[in-house]
């Protein structure tokens, strides 16, 4: 007899709408009469392995649409990284649980779990759908137009720079904010979108999509500065020399890991100060100030895609249907249609568990310094309405009197 038990977690780094795919998730599963319980694990994996679940079957309808539309992930989350023995220990829990139906929402390793959890689940003939939920504000999910989470996330960083600029115009120099992404630009390269006139900054951006090479960086600063008078900058924290080797590790004398190995990129302001040095030293130029934007692009509140919230929910929705309606395992995934809709799939784990997507050349000018008019066009429904316009003065000089020359 089925048990009617579903099980649903959060894991890697929060979003300003994974909640809406929680909700859309707990709401949705409501619909179907053969649910009898639907759990939430607390911190992702590791909630599952500790036996930390919740009931949220108990929840009210008006407490999670709250919950869905407040940023961060509410069941709490993890960076485990689980390898086979820590899968099957989680497969051993939702047998023991008589869970039927394991929904997992994150990006990449997240896929990759959703995918080992369901071979053990086959290898016992125990039957266990498991469906993998698109998040990640790095936009870096093979077969998916975009990630939930990556178009708020984008809307940040454009107004953010859209500030940045308006300062730096105000009291010239250089400005360099660093944004998020290892592998994948998209983040940074949404800096572009707010821009308004053709002098605006970014005036430079640098994706780790391209070699980043520190004297064609100095050069191209320089030569900036000297038509405008100041430069505003975007960088991902994660560009590399010719080796693959990240920047902020040659830059810098001391170097932090995180607990998979890889250099710290995220959470520390390294990056930023020492382009800010290499600028003030090898150029001369004075003013010169850095912003690591680190944490805050994650899950501000009040910077929220409309169109980000509706596609959060509406992929937790679509998880359960295919849950409930199809006869396979896989993760949900986002195709656009027309000029701006979109569709959901269910495509196998395979095709998107481990691997990386990076920001298509269609998408990176050939000076590899800017990002495409195509990239705009794909960039701008994202971001949702109600994106905040800057204007100028239309300045009429008044003759002068003592400085005449």
């Not at 649910?35 to 079957?57: K, P, S």
């Not at 000076?367 to 705009?376: L, Q, Y």
Request: with cysteine; net charge negative; glycine share 10%.
């Amino acid at each position: 007899m089925s048990s009617g038990k579903i099980l649903v977690a959060q894991g890697g780094g929060p979003t300003a709408v994974i909640n809406q795919s929680l909700v859309g998730v707990v709401l949705e599963a409501r619909r179907f009469r053969n649910v009898t319980r639907v759990y939430g694990a607390m911190h992702g994996v590791r909630g599952i392995v500790d036996e930390d679940f919740v009931d949220l079957t108990q929840e009210t309808s008006h407490n999670l649409e709250l919950v869905g539309m407040t940023p961060s992930s509410a069941l709490g989350s993890t960076r485990d990284k689980p390898d086979l023995a820590y899968c099957h220990k989680i497969f051993e829990v939702l047998r023991a649980h008589e869970i039927e139906h394991f929904f997992y929402i994150g990006g990449n390793d997240s896929s990759d779990t959703v995918r080992i959890v369901s071979l053990e689940a086959q290898k016992a003939g125990y039957p266990l759908r498991c469906i993998h939920i698109p998040k990640t504000i790095d936009n870096d999910l093979v077969g998916n137009d975009h990630t939930p989470g990556f178009p708020s996330a984008a809307r940040f960083v454009a107004q953010a720079f859209a500030g940045a600029n308006l300062d730096n115009a105000a009291l010239p120099g250089v400005y360099v904010g660093v944004v998020m992404g290892r592998h994948a630009g998209f983040l940074t390269a949404a800096a572009a979108l707010g821009k308004k006139f053709p002098d605006d900054g970014p005036h430079l951006i640098y994706l780790p999509e391209r070699t980043f090479v520190i004297e064609k960086f100095l050069a191209d600063v320089k030569a900036t500065y000297e038509r405008y008078g100041r430069c505003v900058i975007a960088v991902s924290e994660g560009i590399h020399d010719a080796s693959g080797a990240a920047i902020a590790s040659l830059l810098s004398s001391e170097v932090e890991r995180d607990a998979h190995g890889n250099v710290q990129l995220s959470g520390t302001g390294a990056l930023a100060d020492l382009l800010c040095d290499e600028i003030k030293s090898k150029l001369g130029i004075k003013r010169v100030r850095g912003d690591t934007f680190g944490y805050l692009q994650r899950s501000f509140i009040g910077c929220v895609s409309d169109v980000d919230q509706r596609e959060a929910r509406e992929v937790g929705e679509k998880a359960v249907q295919f849950a409930m309606w199809g006869d396979r395992d896989g993760s949900v995934s986002i195709k656009r249609t027309g000029y701006y809709s979109v569709d959901y799939e269910l495509v196998p784990l395979d095709e998107v568990a481990g691997k990386t997507r990076v920001m298509e050349d269609v998408f990176i000018s050939e000076s590899g310094t800017d990002v495409t008019d195509a990239f705009r066009l794909y960039l701008r429904p994202l971001l949702g309405s109600g994106m905040p316009d800057a204007f100028r003065l239309r300045p009429a000089p008044v003759e002068k009197i003592l400085n005449k020359k």
